[in-house]
């Protein structure tokens, strides 16, 4: 089986409110997978569920061959997550918080080295290695945190918002990074309020009201909606 | 009742967040502020609305000089800032009454200018503002920055982290405030807005790239500039990348957009070389430059 994220009925209710509406998808490894939709369809909270820190009311999901409601302590050890606002500590330079990550994720001190050198001079970071995270510009911020979570060569990664913000030169090298990963087989699940990087995704998820309301490859969307663009889709879908 | 900016410089310590910034913003003008985070933009609307001083320079917003007469300013503008300002801890109506009564007026005096807007979150009036969504939040945000009628309206990144529906809808708002005869400053990161702004200044590293409007910035794009496509965007990318002829190689959605670094350029050698790097169902295509790629350009 070569789905590392496989969802069906997957449900979150918050008192009489339904913040997710029984979704039903699966994700291939190696796949990009756009998760998109308006701010509060639920995305957040589908998110939550499917790295294991929030169970669902009803349904089932495995991530990376695990159950969320059953292993979510497994679940956590097997994805990467990165978000715009929970990235790394600005109070730590950088080798610091790649140490502190990759100590937290259980690599060897060996292994830390390593990939910490590694990593360092792939990002062009050797000039600033030993200053505080918190003194980088923000694409650089990124790109290193997006590096950080993919320290433990995690099956799937996880980026919230990843790129809001940034400069349109950062934020296409960032999805070059994407590609990359991809490329050597991690699973990329992204959510993004950019429409352009809708289409840089092998399939996309649009979520209406806690529904996934659409989901094919950008192309297959575009011709389902007669849409010229990811953006047209987006507005036709969610403005109902 | 325009923004008139000469010569301002401002720095943080070693960090020169704006480097000698010169524009103006005419009466009744729809003005964009587009660059990214770090690019200044959150500093001069500081120093516009009187809340910080510049190094260097001078501006008057309104026909005021924003130092020597800060209390004309602050009772003529409204000032959205990026970050969710008002009190958490008071109800939609108590934040709007409270700011009325600071500046010495009442809803109902200017509820016509507001109303559009205020009717979306009077549902929830009774509700306190901690509590709201964050599209309610950011319509409470500009009625409060409405409510004394200003003259001129700051609104710092209003969009930003904003889905792409409730973005369209917040421009919609500022066109009809516009039409009210309201003269407005907006900053965002996002190029595709930079299209709806009357004229935009493009900013980074706290320098002003370009100003013009959205049309003419485009057309000053200096190169022809190519949509390629292939079965394999990242193979395409990366060979484009090693390709001794590119000026300049960037994803644009579907496709990746192309320069090339000589004049002669033949389309059909590029797809030959992309041929003989195993892509198949390559497309090249001539394109028109947008404003994303003007930044880039001139942010290169």
Not at chain 1, 152 to 173: A, M
Not at chain 2, 35 to 55: E, H, Q, S
Not at chain 2, 64 to 76: H, L, S
Request: hydrophobic residues 40%; charged residues 25%.
């Amino acid at each position: 089986m070569n789905n590392v994220i496989q969802v069906e009925g997957l449900t979150k209710m918050f008192g009489d409110f339904t913040a997710v509406n029984a979704i039903t998808f699966e994700v291939e490894k190696g796949e990009i997978f756009g998760f998109l939709g308006a701010n509060g369809a639920g995305k957040t909270t589908a998110i939550k569920m499917l790295i294991g820190i929030s169970n669902p009311t009803s349904g089932k999901a495995t991530v990376a061959g695990f159950d969320v409601l059953t292993n979510p302590e497994d679940i956590k050890k097997n994805i990467g997550y990165m978000s715009q606002k929970f990235a790394l500590y600005d109070d730590l330079t950088v080798k610091e918080n790649i140490t502190f990550f990759g100590g937290i994720y259980g690599l060897s001190r060996k292994k830390i080295k390593e990939k910490s050198e590694a990593l360092i001079k792939e990002l062009g970071l050797e000039n600033v290695a030993s200053q505080l995270v918190g003194s980088l510009p923000l694409g650089w911020k990124q790109k290193l945190s997006f590096s950080v979570s993919l320290i433990h060569d995690p099956k799937i990664v996880f980026l919230d918002e990843p790129t809001g913000g940034v400069d349109p030169i950062t934020r296409r090298q960032f999805w070059e990074m994407i590609y990359k990963a991809a490329n050597q087989g991690t699973t990329v699940f992204v959510t993004t309020h950019y429409m352009d990087e809708a289409e840089y995704c092998d399939r996309v998820s649009i979520m209406v009201n806690g529904k996934i309301e659409a989901l094919d490859t950008p192309k297959k969307l575009k011709e389902q909606f007669q849409a010229e663009s990811m953006n047209d889709v987006f507005l036709k879908l969610a403005r109902g | 009742m325009g923004i008139s900016i000469s010569n301002i410089s401002k720095s943080y310590k070693n960090v020169k967040a704006l480097q000698d910034i010169s524009f103006d913003v005419k009466p009744n003008e729809l003005f964009g502020l587009i660059g990214p985070d770090g690019a200044g933009k959150t500093t001069l609307f500081r120093i516009l609305t009187t809340l910080l001083f510049p190094d260097e320079g001078t501006a008057t917003v309104a026909g005021f000089n924003v130092v020597g007469d800060y209390k004309e300013i602050r009772k003529n503008v409204g000032y959205m800032p990026g970050k969710f300002s008002l009190y958490q801890d008071l109800t939609v109506e108590e934040n709007l009454n409270f700011f009325a009564t600071i500046f010495g007026t009442t809803i109902d005096e200017n509820y016509d200018l507001i109303k559009d807007i205020y009717v979306q979150i009077e549902p929830f009036k009774d509700r306190r503002a901690g509590k709201l969504s964050g599209g309610m939040k950011q319509k409470l945000a500009l009625s409060c920055a409405l409510i004394h009628k200003p003259k001129v309206l700051f609104l710092d990144e209003p969009t930003t982290g904003v889905d792409p529906v409730s973005r369209k809808e917040f421009w919609e708002m500022l066109k009809r405030l516009q039409q009210k005869g309201i003269t407005i400053l907006v900053s965002t990161p996002y190029m595709d807005e930079a299209a709806l702004c009357d004229r935009v200044a493009l900013i980074q590293d706290g320098k002003i790239l370009e100003i013009d409007t959205p049309e003419a910035i485009v057309k000053h794009y200096p190169k022809p500039i190519y949509n390629v496509r292939a079965n394999n965007m990242y193979q395409l990318i990366i060979s484009l990348k090693d390709y001794e002829f590119n000026h300049s190689v960037y994803p644009f959605g579907e496709f990746v957009h192309y320069t090339d670094s000589r004049t002669d350029f033949n389309p059909k050698e590029l797809r030959h070389y992309l041929e003989t790097k195993n892509l198949s169902d390559i497309e090249i295509q001539e394109t028109e430059a947008t404003i994303e790629d003007t930044f880039m350009e001139l942010a290169k």
